[in-house]
């Protein structure tokens, strides 16, 4: 058994571990700001009382 190569692999596999997690932290804060705009752009596209009153005389 190689120790050292297993201590560099050890190490390697943490270090890919936390770069996965900060790479899915960072797509989980873009994601939460997207919808956000996304919420207020909804938000602001409302017209109030728009389809309240139908004209059904011709």
Do not use: H, R
């Not at 939460?32 to 017209?47: N, Y």
């Amino acid at each position: 058994m190689d120790i050292p190569a297993l201590s560099t692999y050890m190490s390697m596999s943490k270090l890919s571990a936390n770069i996965d997690i900060a790479v899915m932290s960072k797509i989980l804060d873009t994601a939460e700001a997207t919808g956000e705009a996304l919420t207020q752009m909804m938000e602001s596209a409302v017209i109030p009382g728009l389809g309240e009153n139908i004209d059904i005389m011709a």
